[in-house]
């Protein structure tokens, strides 16, 4: 019975892991529009166009979107840019 339920759970957990790397790259995508977003809308508002250092906290999840953190990292740039007034990005 515990072999039955080692290969039930198995079998599940590869059935599932093509749909976990499909969110995970779903996730990186978006998460990299956002960083991309605040690069164009909000760094590059300030004195004509020139580009402003971000503040550490977005700084961080504009690396993190690099890195394989990039759920840590998609709420603080939501809030950023709507804060700053921008549209989101579309997720899919």
Excluded: F, H, W
């Excluded at 599940?12 to 976990?20: D, Y």
């Excluded at 164009?40 to 504009?62: C, E, F, H, W």
């Amino acid at each position: 019975m515990k072999v039955a339920c080692m290969l039930a759970g198995a079998a599940l957990t590869l059935a599932l892991t093509p749909v976990v790397a499909v969110a995970q790259s779903s996730d990186a995508t978006y998460c990299s529009a956002l960083s991309n977003k605040y690069n164009t809308y909000v760094l590059t508002r300030g004195s004509r166009g020139a580009k402003q250092t971000p503040p550490a906290d977005i700084a961080n999840a504009m690396s993190k979107c690099q890195s394989s953190d990039v759920t840590s990292a998609i709420p603080v740039l939501e809030k950023a840019l709507e804060d700053a007034k921008i549209d989101l990005p579309s997720r899919g």
